[in-house]
């Protein structure tokens, strides 16, 4: 089965697809974070807390709309929220349908939207679907390795190989699964996009 690039349903809608591409033009807000080392693989970040919107969904395509919707008002308050990045998820291809022989097998796909740092956990908008919920994220350390390209799952294989090994030579230990980030609509051009796998690490001794 051709796998579909990722976002690229997602996006469909033309308001999603206008503020996403936004981020070419103009900075959206995302997580602050400080680079405590460089190599040459990869940077050593340290996040500050920040508060994510997520949502678990049998397709990227519904993850996406189910926090789109959450952003665009259908929230208890009934506020809009301005579009941030990146968007969260787990490695392209994961969530995607794949046809076998029989039957066709679907995982599911965890998606994030960070929300911008003035909410907290007690005054950002409850979730008016019971399929999306609010989550903070503790301070943390990530390795992170940025790449440009399509959003293929090969290339984000590829790309978290290569930050695995870099990372394990320069002495850090993984503590959980690596995640892809996405930073650009499906408009920008594949060559112009920026994208990251991260990582998580324990922290330097």
């Not at 940025?146 to 959003?151: I, L």
């Not at 799952?153 to 959980?176: D, P, S, V």
């Amino acid at each position: 089965m051709k796998r579909r690039p990722l976002l690229h349903l997602l996006l469909a809608a033309p308001a999603a697809a206008l503020l996403l591409v936004a981020g070419n033009a103009m900075a959206l807000e995302e997580p602050a974070y400080t680079v405590e080392q460089t190599f040459d693989e990869f940077e050593l970040r340290r996040y500050a807390p920040y508060l994510v919107v997520e949502t678990a969904a049998d397709s990227r395509n519904a993850a996406f709309r189910r926090l789109f919707n959450y952003i665009a008002g259908r929230n208890v308050a009934q506020q809009k929220i301005e579009m941030t990045v990146p968007v969260v998820m787990e490695a392209p291809g994961a969530g995607e349908k794949i046809e076998m022989t029989a039957p066709v097998v679907s995982q599911g796909q965890t998606m994030q939207f960070v929300l911008p740092a003035r909410f907290t956990l007690d005054t950002a908008p409850r979730p008016a679907d019971a399929a999306v919920r609010l989550r903070a994220i503790e301070a943390q350390w990530l390795a992170v390795r940025r790449y440009s390209g399509t959003w293929s799952e090969r290339n984000f294989a590829q790309n978290e190989a290569a930050l695995r090994a870099a990372a394990q030579a320069a002495g850090f230990t993984a503590t959980g699964p690596a995640r892809f980030a996405a930073y650009n609509g499906p408009l920008t051009p594949w060559f112009m996009r920026r994208n990251e796998v991260l990582l998580p690490v324990a922290a330097p001794r």
